[in-house]
């Protein structure tokens, strides 16, 4: 395997909109691609951020052209979003809903990604008609369908169960190496797992930008938001797949050792209606379909 990515310091984050939620916690968000268009909710990674879809991306062309209003946002504890130390999966599509009422969106898509995937999936479950569809990237599916055993963070995951507070106080030490060199910091905690092909996108300069800024935004908060992610999805979840009734695109990876494909053909075979699309991607790497997801989702322009 090819030696690291050199540091990359990531960027200041190129937006800073925050929401006041009902319950007087902060949200952040961005937006990017056609402000006119239709919109797709993005939720990011375990760990990234809502710089996922700040304006300047890789792929904001290709979603301005596709006529997609991309809208992207920070879980709690992420970011410039407040921690919610009870949250769930249903908390987090409530605080969808809430940011949804004040961009006066009355109904919308939703796409997450890696960690993203469940909570798109709680969205979509507990939101209804107002989810006119999800994209789901290299998902990952719940324990009661899916063990975590062969996740690329296996060992979070489970001290995620047996000892949250020796897991936050781990990525807490963690926290400022993600903020001074996020890739470096990427490199030691899934480095051994990349495929080639996410070695060929993190070589690209404009997502290794992209990637390092999102990651470097998401430890801002000593990653707490990613201690709350896995211990939420280590636990069970406060839904169940037959409760989400929109169509559903999953794209997953075949070289994908991060979340590996299982887990996407176990959320395919459980949801009412889905569709699976495997291609010859890793975990990095799969993020290139959004647009063409987006498109899929939406309709052309």
Known sequence: MPTRPAPLTH?????????ALPDGRTLGWTQSGDRHGAPLLWFHG????RLDAAPGGPYSDALTAAGVRLIGFDRPGYGLSTSHPDRT???????????????ELDRFAVAGWSGGGPMALATAALLGSRVTGVALLASIAPAALVDATD???????????????????????????MRDDPLGAAWQMLGEHLAETDLTAVSDPAYAA????????????????????LAG?????????????????LVHGR???????????????????????????????????????????????
């Not at 375990?46 to 951020?49: A, I």
């Open 233 to 249: 999805l280590a636990a069970s979840w406060p839904f169940t797949c037959d409760q989400v009734h929109q169509s559903v695109v």
């Open 255 to 301: 070289a994908d050792r991060i979340v590996p494909l299982r887990h996407g053909q176990a959320l395919a075979a459980a949801l009412p209606d889905a569709a699976l699309q495997t291609t010859d991607d890793g975990h990095l790497s799969v993020i290139a379909h959004l647009p063409a997801l987006a498109t899929t989702l939406l309709g052309s322009p």
């Open 151 to 177: 996740l690329a963070e296996a060992a979070l995951f489970s001290l995620a169960g047996s000892d949250p507070a020796a897991l936050t106080e781990l990525l807490g030490g963690l926290a400022q190496l």
């Open 89 to 103: 999966l249903l908390t987090v599509a409530g605080d969808v809903a809430a940011l949804a009422d004040a961009l």
């Open 210 to 229: 992209a990637m390092a800024a999102s990651l470097g935004e998401s430890a801002r908060q000593d990653l707490l938001g990613y201690a709350q992610d």
């Open 11 to 19: 960027a200041s984050p190129t937006s800073d909109n925050q929401m």
């Open 46 to 49: 375990s760990p990234s951020s």
